[in-house]
């Protein structure tokens, strides 16, 4: 793959990881400034820890770490599928929690894309 196929794949996941960062933290500042329901559980936690707080942290990280962080992104996005399987049965519907953690991909085959081309 060129050198510029590799850049802008890199602009890509860089520019998709903003838009799913941006949009996860309206998300909670919008749930913590206007909620009034119950706050989660222990149980619940571990699932705000793979999701979204794990995604958005690695997303971070692939910034500056892209195999690293994308990986991270990837292991916390199939953590929080099982974890919700084991929990309630079912997998989360929807292609929602993909399409937030997608950038994760794109970063970790930039990442080994870069690391080929250097070698």
């Known amino acids: 793959m060129s050198t510029h196929s590799v850049i802008v794949l890199r602009w890509v996941a860089r520019v998709w990881s903003l838009l799913s960062v941006i949009t996860v933290l309206a998300f909670a500042i919008g749930e913590s400034v206007g909620s009034s329901g119950p706050r ?45 399987f084991f929990r309630s049965g079912h997998l989360p519907r929807g292609p929602y929690f993909i399409l937030f953690a997608a950038p994760g991909l794109i970063f970790l085959i930039v990442g080994s894309l870069s690391r080929r081309s250097a070698d």
Do not use: H
């Not at 559980?41 to 707080?53: S, Y």
């Not at 910034?63 to 990837?74: F, I, K, Q, S, V």
């Open 40 to 84: 989660p559980t222990p149980q619940e936690w571990v699932g705000l820890a793979l999701f979204p707080i794990g995604v958005v942290v690695s997303l971070v990280v692939a910034w500056y770490r892209e195999a690293w962080g994308g990986a991270l992104a990837l292991g916390c996005l199939i953590g929080f599928y099982l974890w919700n």
